[in-house]
């Protein structure tokens, strides 16, 4: 019967493994750093145009304060037929996970 002789390691081999197992961590830490700042920097709201009247400080509107006359809409326009069509209700079989009755065949007559 043979004996195994346990077989040395090189220190150095073990140095090499701690090395880039560091470098691993430390890119990883690195990556994720980047990716929060990109993260961060993408839920700033973008720089506009100031709304002076949704600030803090503006004054209330009045309730008999009404919009430009040019995006008032009109009370006696008729809509036209496209119009109509499109604000008209979605109608037909409603969408469902079970199947209707009768809609799978009879597995109990099979083949004969």
Do not use: C, Y
Request: charged share 25%.
């Amino acid at each position: 019967m043979a004996t195994r002789r346990k077989q040395t390691r090189d220190p150095s081999d073990r140095k090499l493994g701690v090395a880039l197992l560091s470098a691993g961590a430390a890119a990883i830490g690195l990556g994720a750093t980047l990716a929060a700042l990109l993260i961060r920097r993408r839920e700033r709201p973008a720089k506009g145009h100031p709304a002076p009247d949704l600030a803090p400080d503006a004054p209330a509107p009045s309730a008999d304060a009404r919009a430009p006359e040019h995006f008032r809409p009109d009370p006696t326009a008729v809509p036209t037929a496209e119009e109509r069509e499109a604000l008209r209700p979605a109608t037909g079989p409603a969408p469902t996970l079970a199947a209707d009755r009768g809609s799978v065949p009879n597995e109990t007559q099979g083949a004969a």
